[in-house]
């Protein structure tokens, strides 16, 4: 129902910006909870960020919190993160992911999307 393709990974160096894109096909995201999560190597999938049904609300984990922005733009159908002066162990493939449920949950629960896209690879160097 919903397929979601990540693109916008790369090799930074610390102090850099990129920014990720999540583009979606099969339904408008417009009405979709997205997530994005990042998984390092030898680390479990962790929470970075998400923004509501509505885009009115966006959430953050604490660790990107002030350096990361979620957003989206409808005539494309599109999530972004903007990610700012990252850090090394900012190093990991990103994730995004889709909940079109209503049903309420708790938006760092991986579990909860039931859509996700095949990952970018973000490196930040020292």
């Known amino acids: 129902q919903v397929q979601l393709v990540e693109s916008g990974g790369g090799l930074v160096q610390t102090g850099g910006s990129l920014r990720l894109s999540c583009a979606a096909s099969?339904?408008?995201?417009?009405?979709?909870?997205m997530g994005w999560f990042r998984q390092a190597p030898g680390k479990e999938r962790e929470f970075v960020a998400a923004?509501?049904?509505?885009?009115?609300?966006?959430y953050y984990a604490d660790s990107v919190k002030g350096r990361f922005a979620i957003s989206r733009e409808d005539a494309k159908n599109t999530v972004y993160l903007q990610m700012n002066s990252l850090k090394p162990e900012d190093t990991a493939v990103y994730y995004c992911?889709?909940?079109?449920?209503?049903?309420?949950?708790?938006?760092?629960?991986?579990?909860?999307?039931?859509?996700w896209g095949q990952g970018t690879q973000v490196t930040v160097s020292s």
């Open positions: 992911a889709a909940r079109v449920s209503r049903m309420p949950f708790m938006y760092f629960e991986g579990e909860k999307y039931g859509y």
């Open positions: 099969g339904r408008t995201i417009s009405t979709a909870f």
């Open positions: 923004l509501s049904w509505s885009g009115a609300n966006s």
